[in-house]
């Protein structure tokens, strides 16, 4: 590798470094630098019947792994997960259940994700560290539905967890959720796993860009705009505000009470929980703040739009102060059509360079 030192000691790698023939990074890829692919769908596992395990396997040999699972239950389901069909007790994981202490799990055959036995639908998203010849480490977070309508407030999960084969030199060839209570998965349910290594040059990424917006002008909201309808919603959002703002978000317009949220700030406990609201709320605490979100969203046409957010904003100006955190999960109780437009509710005045953007895929 050629490398350039510049004054400060900064480095900039020279035009012989990038790989020959590697095409330009297209329009609409995410989290994608220099020519390298993004997040590569590797794996996707649909059931047409119902079942107590879903198992995406021959996975390639990757570094890192994002998994998509979209649970949809009959009766009561309760969720763990396994990497390469091993039932020993080599799980370890360190779990939150709606914002309550740290559960340790250890010695475990599986790692497990739910909060309590839900007849429901989930989203998941998990993301796995897979290097050779060390634990193999994944962190997930979790909204449940808690049952359909705004009068239930969602469930949330944050889990971490490690898996320790016999052989650490052994990759991640496959992943399983199984159930173990007395409900099954339904017909449709899904799990989507995406790879991404630093040698992949690809330009098959799963994430495409829907909207991009950013203000050149204030205003009092930030706006996607129309976008294409997908199943998969990748979300983000940076918002500078100019007075008081609180991005929590609305779905195709709608300003109606058909919104419910289960969020936490700072790790306060219990939880709030707003039902019958009118936006989904990512942020608790309206301020003079910038805020960086970011947000996943399953969005089915004929199920309740589950979502997961979590946001950071810079609180009172001043390395004297420290930032404020929030974690969040939502539905938008909305069936028969699926999200195409997404705004932010609040009463403050967003400032020039607020940015909105959203990827999705089906």
Known sequence: MVVEWLAGNRIRGTSTDRTVGTPAVPTGTADTAGGVGGWKEVGRTTLESASDTITVSSLPDKRYYMVLSNIISTGYTYHQIRLNGDSGSNYASRRVNNGAADQLIVDQAGIFIAPTTMADQVLSVAYLASKSGQYKLGMDTLVNGGGTGTSESTKRVEMVGKYVPSDLTDPISSLTMYNTHSGDYASGSEIVVLAWDPADTHTTNFWEELASVELSATASQLDSGTFTAKKYLLGKIY?????????????????????????????????????????????????????????????????EKLMISHETNNNTNGIGNVPSRNEATGKWVTTGSQITQITTKSAGTYAVGSIIKVWGSD
């Open 239 to 303: 918002a500078k505000g100019t007075s008081g703002i609180n991005p929590n978000l609305q779905f195709n317009g709608d300003t109606g009470t058909n919104y419910s949220s289960r969020y936490s700030s700072d790790g306060a406990t219990p939880d709030g929980i707003d039902t019958g609201g009118t936006s989904i709320i990512n942020n608790s605490n309206a301020g003079n703040e910038n805020s960086f979100i970011n947000f996943n969203i399953i969005n089915n046409s004929a199920t």
